[in-house]
């Protein structure tokens, strides 16, 4: 675990660094000018409505279940990667198959139109 | 005086939290930060060089204080938060792209470990899921930006963030087959120990790992939103994408963290592909003179490292001189319908050829 320390050090210095950063700003910055500026930018006019209360396309949901399916997959992937030379042709043949199922998947996916934006 | 500080904390939390911390202080603020201001510079000089024009030359001599002056009004500007954006994150979000960006330099090694026990290794940490670990903290930007764009309550940020998400969640499926291939013939996810292997295999794994490389970078751009995958900051169509709301500092955080994101893709690049730190071809000992024996071996390592990092930056800002946006749904094509059949292949073809062999 004494490997891993340093990385909580370069995170601590990281948020060292953000903060200090963000207080700088926050002592330097000028004053503003008021309220008309701090509405949410619409080329000029003002908002009749806000953006949180839109709704948007469905595909960017189907796009986020499908990275899901497939991220899972290459966690699946990293660890037979590297154990690859003791797994031999017994790994190499599970890990086909399984790659298989997917693409099975894969292709149904794309036969129903998922991957089509627009 | 140093041996007194190691009594005093213990060996454990010298080496382990003190040491680093120097090291890190060092990276920081003598690599990352100025790399960072004088890469904005390089890129508008280079960029105006290839659409015959000068690029900035009015702040100091061929605009060398043109990245100060930049980080000064960025410091003075008026810092607003929009008065329906949700404080909270709205404050967050850009520190959630800086951050990880970063932090991904703890396991990125410049130089070789030490030599001999007790000396200084050229990296802050050597843990052995590196890769791993980098993966995941790249992956953290992604909330940074949905992050951004939802809680401006703007509609130009809602889309952009929605985009941006879309986008660099597509495309890290494909990098992350990428990067099991050459895991495959790395076969370590330790970052020295990646490098340590292109050395026996006396070869770069870019060479048997073009398809795997070219994958690995093609998405590398699209994760840090550059050109020609700029689209969630499409200037045309969205104003400025999630980072519309977005004024001074925490602007600059944005800014900060699209940059070191290039950086980081390049180092990885660099250590995963074309040979770390080690000079062109280390077995060959007629080219031995590219190892500088007069200086000392640290310093040449770090020269080598930067110099292949720098060639990569040169690419990212060529690329963006050279070649027009994407379509929206062009860049889906490109990810769902070639690179994830590619890469999927190109890790078929390389346990194939590591069983056969």
């Not at chain 1, 009749?48 to 209360?53: G, S, V, Y």
């Not at chain 2, 960029?47 to 702040?59: A, C, E, F, M, T």
């Not at chain 2, 295999?201 to 073009?210: E, K, L, N, S």
């Amino acid at each position: 675990m004494a490997n891993y320390l340093p990385i909580l050090v370069f995170i601590l210095v990281a948020v060292l660094f953000l903060a200090a950063s963000l207080i700088a700003a926050r002592l330097l910055r000028d004053a503003g000018m008021g309220r008309t500026n701090r509405e949410p930018y619409e080329c000029g006019n003002e908002p009749e409505t806000l953006a949180l209360d839109h709704r948007f396309s469905i595909r960017y949901y189907l796009i986020a279940v499908l990275f899901v399916i497939f991220d899972v997959e290459t966690v699946f992937l990293f660890p037979w990667a590297v154990m690859f030379d003791q797994l031999a042709l017994f790994g190499f043949i599970e890990m086909m198959i399984f790659i298989a199922i997917l693409v099975v998947g894969y292709i149904y996916v794309w036969k129903r139109g998922a991957l089509n934006w627009a | 005086m140093m041996e007194s500080v190691l009594e005093l904390l213990g060996p454990e939390l010298y080496y382990g939290a003190l040491t680093p911390a120097l090291k890190i202080a060092v990276l920081l603020f003598v690599g990352i930060l100025p790399v960072i201001t004088y890469l904005v510079l390089a890129e508008r000089k280079i960029l105006g060089y290839i659409q015959v024009r000068l690029g900035p030359n009015r702040v100091g001599p061929w605009g060398l204080l043109q990245p100060i002056a930049d980080v000064m009004k960025l410091l003075v500007k008026e810092d607003v938060i929009p008065n329906r954006a949700i404080r909270w994150a709205f404050i967050l979000a850009p520190c959630l792209v800086v951050g990880p960006a970063f932090v991904i330099f703890a396991v990125i090694p410049v130089g070789p470990p030490a030599a001999e026990p007790g000396g200084l290794d050229l990296f802050i940490t050597d843990v052995n899921v590196g890769l791993l670990f980098i993966v995941a903290m790249a992956t953290i930007a992604v909330y940074g930006l949905i992050i951004g764009g939802w809680s401006s309550n703007s509609k130009f940020s809602l889309l952009g963030g929605l985009r941006s998400a879309a986008q660099m969640i597509s495309y890290e499926v494909p990098q992350g087959f990428a990067l099991v291939a050459a895991l495959l013939l790395a076969g370590s996810m330790s970052m020295v120990g990646i490098v340590e292997a292109q050395k026996a295999a006396g070869v770069w794994f870019v060479f048997p790992q073009f398809l795997g490389f070219f994958i690995y970078f093609v998405a590398g751009v699209a994760e840090s939103n550059r050109n020609p995958f700029d689209l969630p900051e499409a200037e045309s169509e969205l104003v400025a994408g999630y980072h519309t709301e977005y004024s001074g500092m925490r602007f600059a955080l944005f800014f900060l963290g699209e940059y070191a994101n290039m950086i980081v893709i390049s180092a990885v690049a660099v250590t995963l592909y074309f040979g770390g730190w080690y000079r062109p071809f280390p077995n060959v000992e007629a080219l031995s003179f590219l190892d500088f024996p007069f200086l000392p071996a640290g310093l040449v390592a770090v020269f080598w490292f930067a110099v292949k990092v720098f060639a990569f930056l040169f690419v990212y800002i060529w690329f963006r001189g050279t070649f027009p946006r994407y379509r929206f749904d062009q860049l889906m094509d490109l990810g769902w319908k070639w690179m994830i059949p590619l890469a999927l292949l190109n890790i078929f073809l390389t346990a194939l050829f590591k069983l056969v062999l």
